[in-house]
């Protein structure tokens, strides 16, 4: 049985922004199906006792002191902008 | 000494310019004569500009440090940022990217007096084993151009097999520098999570991610990750550990050493490989090392593992490619924005609800590769509400497990021994349309990265058709030392990283 359809696909693209073509769609519900299946053998390692583990070192809080560091200046940052109106990055309208 | 010094491991080129009887000048021509030759049949780099280069070279020569490193050019993948040079991951997402500062790593090459050539191929966003899913299109191996050179720093290792490069740095996730030195006959090294600042690394799964150096042998490697390795207030998960002699370190001898050979399963296995590791072991004992059998629990479901935890990263690390700030923007109105609307006879579908929305779907349905978009969907699938717990969560515990089998592990041997890669180089296109099989290439390396500990591959020998085959030597956390000290007492017993690829010698 299969753990993922197209519909479902399709609904996470868009979560995740992308904007998939149909045949592309079915493609991936295919692929990303055959993945997941495989992915079912980890519900066979009994894990109730153990914790995750989301970062191997053992740092945590991690600070540097509140000093003035030297920094990219925004015009540098800007002109890699796709556009851009002054000192602003530019998108197309959301209000109308 | 004038003929090939490409062919020179930079330990012995770094002696010759300091006695004077190499000029990095020359060094440098020669190196730049050898790519515009054969990197067009290879494409290892995607693209070199020699009067770039050469700028870079007077400018190094005449002002540059006489550091470790002086005048000795270095390769660098193109997910690593260098002021200025185009840096794109490979993808059309960042093509004519231009980033305003340079990696830690960069600069550490550079404070060195390295000379840094940027732009070696890689899989697009490093998500691949074969680098064919680059936007510029694959390189091939070096060995033989029908097959893959690994994946994800291809280009890198594919450059060092053939002198179209004097050593590299690769990034390695999940195996991408590992499977790709083993696959091109090179020696690469995975450090310890946190052993290199991450900083000006354009991000794939960080908790997965590291740099490391891809050689022509294992006393480079050694001198590479001196430079590179060592705390970085830029980079929070860099470790403040303090960073050993790893070239002082280097001795032939493996008197007590205690080997641990992990039980695997060994399905798609390669016999040649089996054997060429097999004799690898005897080696190893020859020069003094022991074998202890270790248990690796869940070492078999590492790649399940592996690839909801590394999609995940991915999914949440590649939201930033928006077309807002830098990067590839898809032209209002050009292509099929949000799909779905009246479309009647399937089930209703999202739609955008903004221009701004639809372009953010827009640009990054252009600018996304098929394997890129395939692991963004996997891994906000298995982020998503009510999976979350099935997916994400179970693969972090399993993490966990797999952590304490390295632990306990290493509480019995010095060094683990397992094959790099279940095969050598596969045909181009072999793999390309069955991500899973793609994904399995990875077995044996992705271990190292979900449990942090380091991991070099070195070269073995080679199957009956001419391809190299890699030995993997896993070791603790930060005992980066005592790996590189058996890979070069197993190195310097064998001949293997004195053959070269034929087709580099045309």
Redesign the interface.
């Known amino acids: 049985m299969a753990v ?1 359809n197209q ?16 045949a ?1 769609a079915a493609k ?1 519900a295919s ?2 199906d ?3 299946q ?2 079912q ?3 066979a ?1 009994p ?1 109730d006792e ?8 053992a ?1 945590s809080n ?1 600070t ?1 002191p509140d000093q003035r560091q030297p920094c ?1 200046p925004p015009e ?2 800007l002109r ?4 851009r109106h002054n000192q602003f ?1 530019k ?4 209000i109308e | 000494m004038s003929e090939s010094l490409c062919r020179l491991p930079i330990h012995q080129l770094r002696q010759a310019i300091e006695r004077g009887t190499c000029d990095p000048r020359e060094l440098v021509h020669q190196l730049l004569d050898h790519i515009t030759q054969r990197n067009p049949s290879l494409s290892a780099y995607m693209t070199v500009d020699p009067e770039r280069l050469k700028r870079q070279l007077e400018e190094r020569v005449q002002h540059g440090p006489r550091g470790r490193l002086f005048g000795i050019p270095i390769t660098v993948k193109d997910n690593l940022c260098v002021t200025g040079e185009e840096t794109t991951c490979a993808s059309r997402m960042l093509t004519g ?2 980033p ?2 340079s990696a830690t790593v960069i600069e550490r090459l550079r404070a060195e007096g390295a000379i840094i050539i940027p732009r070696a191929n890689m899989d697009e966003f490093a998500f691949g084993s074969s680098t064919e899913t680059s936007h510029f299109g694959p390189t091939k191996n070096p060995r033989d151009p029908e097959r893959v050179p690994g994946g994800s720093s291809g280009g890198s290792a594919a450059a060092v097999a053939s002198d179209l490069a004097l050593g590299a740095l690769g990034t390695d996730t999940g195996g991408s520098i590992r499977q790709p030195a083993a696959f091109c006959g090179v020696v690469g090294l995975k450090p310890t ?2 052993r290199v600042s991450r900083y000006g690394l354009i991000a794939f799964a960080s ?1 997965l991610d590291q740099i490391g150096p891809i050689t022509k042998d294992v006393t480079d490697c050694a001198l590479l990750l001196s430079v590179i390795a060592g705390h970085d ?1 830029k980079d ?2 860099s ?1 403040p550990t303090k960073v050993d002699d790893y070239v002082g370190g280097l001795s032939p001898s493996l008197q007590g050493v205690r080997i641990g050979l992990p039980a695997f399963s060994d399905k798609g296995l390669d016999e040649m490989v089996r054997e060429r590791v097999g004799e690898a072991l005897k080696t190893l004992w020859r020069l003094g090392a022991r074998p202890v059998e270790v248990a690796l629990p ?1 070492i078999d ?1 590492s ?3 592996y ?2 935890i590394a999609t995940a990263e991915a ?1 949440s690390n590649l ?1 930033r490619y ?8 898809a032209q ?1 109105g050009k ?6 609307e009246g479309e009647g006879s399937r ?1 209703p ?2 739609t ?1 609800q ?9 640009t ?2 252009e600018g ?1 590769g ?1 394997e890129a ?2 692991r ?3 891994g ?2 298995v982020l ?1 509400r009510g999976y979350y717990d ?2 994400y ?9 797999i ?1 304490q089998g390295f632990d306990e592990a290493f509480k019995r041997c010095d060094v683990i021994v397992m094959p790099t890669s279940p095969t050598a180089a596969f045909r181009l296109g072999e793999k390309l349309d069955d ?2 099989q793609m ?1 399995l290439s990875d077995i044996y390396t992705i271990s190292a990265n ?3 500990v380091p991991a070099v591959s070195v070269p073995c020998g080679f199957t009956s058709n001419d391809q190299p085959v890699g030995l993997q030597l896993l070791a603790n ?1 930060f005992e980066e030392a005592k790996l590189l000290q058996v890979a070069y007492a197993y190195e310097q017993s064998t001949e293997w990283h004195h053959r070269k690829p034929v087709i580099s010698e045309q």
């Open positions: 993922v519909q479902e696909v399709e609904q996470v693209a868009f979560l995740a922004r992308l904007a998939l073509a149909e592309e991936l692929q990303l055959q993945i997941l495989y992915v053998q980890l519900q390692i894990t153990v914790k995750p583990t989301s970062h191997v070192l740092l991690i540097r990219v540098d940052v890699l902008a796709p556009e990055f998108v197309p309208k959301i | 990217f231009r305003p500062y999570y946190g908790s207030p929070s998960t470790a869940h479901q790649i399940a593992t690839y909801i999914s939201a928006d077309g807002v700030q830098y990067g590839y923007r209002e292509g099929q924005g949000a799909r779905g089930s579908k999202p955008a903004n221009a701004l929305i639809a372009m953010y779907q827009r990054r349905q996304f098929e978009k395939r963004i969907i996997l906000t699938y998503s099935a997916y969560l179970k693969g972090l515990k399993v993490r966990t497990l952590k991500p899973l994904y979900l449990a942090g956390t």
